[in-house]
């Protein structure tokens, strides 16, 4: 089986009712980057951060699979389809794809302040100040950070040197190390590209610029055509 390597963000999520970032309405039009999600904003004002979280959460556990995460699960019966998420959200899963690998964590899970490795499943309930990690330290969302290192992204680039085919879709493609995957990408693997805004990428690929919901099926169709030959 031919593998498809597809590098999500948050436009995939956004017929979902999930804010983008850096869209106008976007949500670091509404908080600031440095408040919420970087180290030195948790270490400043916890409460805010797991606030900011908690609503993520709630929300999320409002909101349903689209068109777009659904359009890559059919894709499974043709492909070895191996899904690269920068969202924080689990509708790739909830839709039913099984090779989803989270570049910056997930909201359905928090850890531990004093080690990163104790993982716990707290699924769409809140975190407060004084809920404790087995090892007895504050839980804090399992989110990548800025300024904190990807675990995932080693992984993640395995993959794509693995790709036969590779789709982006709903990313600005502003955030490293998630953006420079496609370098990885072998030059003879094609690419395409799902975003309504023009995203400029330094590589030769197939652009479809609509909605994750409509653009998503556009490909599918295309990728399946092309192994029934
Ligand atoms: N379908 C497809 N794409 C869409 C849709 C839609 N319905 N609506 C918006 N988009 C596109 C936008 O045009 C934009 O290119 O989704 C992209 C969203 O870009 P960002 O808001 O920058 O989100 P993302 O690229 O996922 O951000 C990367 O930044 O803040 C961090 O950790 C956060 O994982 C996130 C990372």
């Excluded at 890559?72 to 899963?93: G, S």
Aim: aromatic letters at 6%.
């Amino acid at each position: 089986m031919k593998r498809v390597v597809i590098l999500t963000g948050a436009g995939i999520s956004a017929e979902s009712g999930i804010s983008t970032f850096r869209d106008s309405d976007g949500l670091w039009e509404q908080y600031r980057v440095e408040d919420v999600a970087t180290p030195e904003g948790y270490a400043k004002d916890k409460a805010l951060v797991l606030d900011f979280y908690n609503q993520r959460r709630r929300q999320l556990a409002t909101v349903e699979p689209n068109e777009g995460h659904k359009q890559l699960v059919r894709l499974e019966q043709y492909y070895d389809v191996q899904i690269i998420t920068q969202n924080v959200d689990n509708l790739h899963e909830q839709a039913g794809s099984k090779n989803v690998l989270h570049l910056h964590g997930e909201l359905t899970k928090a850890r531990s302040e004093r080690n990163d490795d104790l993982i716990v499943d707290i699924g769409y309930n809140d975190i407060h100040l004084g809920d404790k990690a087995p090892d007895g330290a504050q839980l804090r969302p399992h989110i990548v950070w800025f300024g904190e290192a990807v675990p995932n992204i080693e992984p993640a680039a395995a993959l794509c040197e693995q790709a036969d085919f590779f789709v982006v879709v709903g990313t600005s493609m502003n955030v490293y190390p998630a953006a420079g995957l496609i370098h990885y990408v072998p030059r003879t693997s094609p690419c395409y590209l799902v975003d309504p805004k023009a995203v400029t990428i330094s590589r030769n690929i197939k652009v479809i610029q609509e909605k994750a919901g409509t653009g998503v099926k556009k490909v599918v169709d295309e990728l399946i055509e092309l192994c029934n030959k």
